[in-house]
């Protein structure tokens, strides 16, 4: 074989190398530009690449792929990065949520500590403190006042002169114990009595003869009529008018109910307020 031959061919293995070493380090060039941006790559056959690595978090994870796979590795990293954000999202721990309580007997209050101190008027040893509409008729309760009180025959619990339950004769605060003292309470049932407006009076005898009375309210669009007698004479005081002879209510004095009316309690309120009024009585809707 001549030199001229060799020579080329020679020259043609050279040019071969050259080529295949120009695609691996374009090769490279290109895996690099995927890892950080392609200049740390292509210097990053030496150390130039950990450089680049140190660029970003991402980087670190580029080093572990020399073809550039490993710097798209990299790109997932940043991605992670953002993720680290998603730790803003602990301000949610501040939805603790709000000890909110619910009223315990709808808008109604603590009835026991809205009777604190109240005082009945002219030596009255007993007041209505709570009146409870339901099913037609009223739960009613008593509350001492001054002294004890007892109850017993012939005592009856009236809303209006004919409708008469005598089933106070038998209240009890205690076993044993018939006398009502001082802020005790006690309550019995009465049917027939309407929110809209009425009275209640508790007195010592059948309300046809002028019998003694020891309580007395009235609310509403109520009027209190006259009592005809059982012995055929004039007409006797009606429930209102004997309460206020006695100085225990005033005189078309009304507690007020509201119109229309929704509510389903009255209560006395506490220290200071003269229940011979209806403004010593507020109402509510209990639940």
């Known amino acids: 074989?001549?030199?001229t031959v060799r020579c080329f061919l020679a020259l043609g293995i050279c040019v071969m190398s050259a080529a295949a070493c120009g695609d691996d380090v374009a090769r490279l060039g290109s895996g690099g530009s995927s890892g950080t941006g392609g200049q740390g790559a292509s210097a990053g056959i030496g150390g130039a690449r950990a450089q680049g690595g140190n660029s970003g978090t991402g980087g670190t994870a580029g080093s572990g792929g020399a073809a550039g796979t490993g710097g798209t590795a990299g790109t997932g990293g940043s991605a992670g990065s953002g993720g680290s954000a998603g730790?803003?999202?602990s301000p949610g721990a501040l939805d603790?949520?709000?000890?909110?309580?619910?009223?315990?007997?709808g808008d109604c209050p603590n009835f026991a500590e809205a009777a604190q101190g109240v005082t009945a008027q002219n030596t009255q040893a007993i007041i209505i403190s709570r009146v409870v509409f339901a099913a037609g008729g009223a739960?009613?309760?008593?509350?001492?006042?001054?002294?004890?009180?007892?109850?017993?025959?012939?005592?009856?619990?009236?809303?209006g002169p004919d409708n008469c339950i005598d089933g106070v004769q038998d209240l009890d605060q205690s076993e044993g114990d018939d006398a009502l003292l001082v802020g005790e309470e006690v309550s019995i049932d009465i049917p027939n009595v309407s929110p809209a407006g009425g009275e209640l009076a508790l007195i010592n005898d059948d309300p046809t003869i002028d019998s003694l009375l020891f309580v007395y309210i009235a609310w509403g669009?109520?009027?209190?009529l006259p009592i005809n007698s059982t012995d055929g004479g004039p007409p006797l005081s009606s429930l209102?008018?004997?309460?206020?002879?006695?100085?225990f209510w005033t005189e078309?004095?009304?507690?007020?109910?509201?119109?229309?009316?929704?509510i389903n309690t009255i209560y006395v309120l506490g220290a200071g307020s003269d229940t011979a009024?209806?403004?010593?009585?507020?109402?509510?809707?209990?639940?």
Do not use: Y
Request: with cysteine.
């Open 96 to 105: 603790g949520g709000v000890d909110a309580t619910t009223p315990p007997n």
């Open 240 to 247: 209102e008018e004997r309460a206020f002879i006695k100085g």
């Open 1 to 3: 074989m001549s030199s």
């Open 139 to 159: 739960t009613v309760t008593f509350r001492g006042t001054g002294g004890a009180f007892n109850f017993g025959p012939p005592m009856l619990l009236c809303a």
């Open 277 to 287: 009024f209806g403004d010593a009585f507020a109402v509510c809707t209990g639940s």
């Open 221 to 224: 669009t109520f009027v209190s």
């Open 252 to 262: 078309d004095e009304r507690i007020d109910v509201g119109d229309p009316v929704t």
């Open 87 to 89: 730790t803003g999202g």
